[in-house]
């Protein structure tokens, strides 16, 4: 099945939040793309608690809640949020209108594409080191999709946050788990650090001082994980070794996508925001023009000014009469009615 | 003031300090390849550097945030640091380091 709307927001974050907002008040209908679980971008993965400065009127605001007041700004516009997957694939349909694949195979049609992806998806980050290729597809789970397939296994987890115990306590039902992590201090849940702590007391699992060396492939379908504490070396054969050092930012498939890029940001006019593209808009962190500066409050402005030129695209026969929100009797009722 | 740093290459750089900023904000701009996805607010660990020995108590140390965060990066040393955390200072003309694999 293929959902239809106006504009498809490729990213949550705060900008591709407010752009549903300054959609919505042109009447424009928005599905919502992220690879996180949730809406929020960076200020919701990287930095919730951390106090923002600079939105216009707020002295003080977490990235958490300018996420959560955002959120319900948007809200009254109805917006279509598909979390958890990445744009694959974009591609022109004979109607003229983008078709959009995801990697969870949702098909969206929409006639604009706003990109809103801030410095790009989180994705896990890798181990540094050259030659890893082969073993990754095999031997290296940096997200555990099929828990069946670790069953009796020999797992060595490292990391020390929410992910690295979580795992390390739920597979420690069905496989014999190590965690390896450089210090015996865990910046994740505390019920889950006492838990693993607890476990560990019972011999269910086991932890290990120190951090990846090096890998090496072995030819029983094994790995071998030398692992470095202080100048000390150890090397230890698993099935699997998952890795969670936390997310990076990687621009991905927007890089095939044929759009003009510098130095991988997007390049756009600044009267609409149009990438090199029609129908193709940039806003926020991922777009470059002269003068462009990373502030969340740019975005804001860049996603009103971009809205202004999706009407066009999405209504091409209706004449776009300037409304403010205090005055428009019909905005209030779009406002009020949620 | 001046910064000495080796790239993740093994080139050697010597760039121009400024006591009002943070060594990741001299490196970023030297376009030394330091992500600093946060920007410099301690929530990623894209800045990781290895400060020379003899720098090192001339700094101020890492806080508990600092030390969560290098929990994300590789190869962590005693020397390691987070580049967005140290204040440049006149104290700190001459300053040796290197930045980490990423």
Known sequence: ?338 | MKIRVIDRDGNKHELEGDPNSTLMEILRDADLDIEAACGGCCACATCHVYINDQWLEKISPKDDDEESMLDQAFDVRNTSRLSCQISLSDELDGIELEIAKE
């Open chain 1, 1 to 338: 099945m293929i959902e239809k709307t106006d504009v498809i927001i490729i990213g949550a974050g705060p900008v591709g939040l407010f752009a549903i907002f300054e959609l919505g008040l042109l009447n424009i209908s928005c599905h919502v793309i992220d690879n996180l679980d949730k809406p929020g971008g960076q200020c919701a993965e990287l930095y919730p608690e951390k106090p923002i400065y600079d939105i216009p009127s707020r002295v003080s605001i977490t990235g958490q809640q300018l996420t959560d007041d955002l959120l319900a700004q948007a809200k009254p516009f109805k917006p279509v949020y598909h979390l958890n997957q990445q744009v694959e694939k974009i591609a022109k349909m004979e109607t003229n209108e983008w078709l959009v694949e995801t990697s969870l195979n949702n098909k969206i049609r929409a006639k604009c594409i706003v990109i809103a992806a801030g410095a790009g998806s989180f994705v896990p980050r890798k181990i540094p080191l050259e030659n890893l290729d082969l073993i990754e597809e095999k031997n290296i789970l940096y997200a555990v999709r099929n828990k069946s397939i670790l069953e009796g296994k020999d797992l060595l987890i490292a990391g020390g946050g929410d992910s690295a115990l979580d795992w390390t306590n739920e597979l420690s039902k069905i496989a014999n788990v190590t965690l390896m992590h450089r210090r015996k201090e865990f910046r994740a849940a505390p019920d889950s650090v006492s838990k693993m702590l607890e476990l560990e007391k019972n011999k269910k699992v086991s932890f290990l001082l120190g951090q990846i060396h090096n890998i090496e492939n072995l030819k029983n379908n094994k790995i071998k994980v030398l692992v470095k504490n202080n100048d000390e070396i150890q090397s230890f054969e698993v099935d699997y070794l998952l890795p969670f050092f936390g997310l990076k930012m990687e621009l991905g498939p927007i890089a095939n996508w044929g759009l003009n890029l510098m130095e991988n940001l997007i390049k756009v006019d600044t009267e609409k925001f149009e990438t090199s593209v029609p129908s193709i808009f940039a806003i926020g962190d991922i777009n470059t023009y002269p003068g462009k500066l990373k502030l969340i409050l740019s975005g804001f402005h860049e996603a009103a000014l971009m809205a202004q030129e999706c009407f066009k695209y999405c209504f091409p026969d209706k004449k776009n009469v300037f409304r403010y929100t205090t005055s428009s009797k019909d905005l209030h009722k779009k406002l009020n009615s949620s």
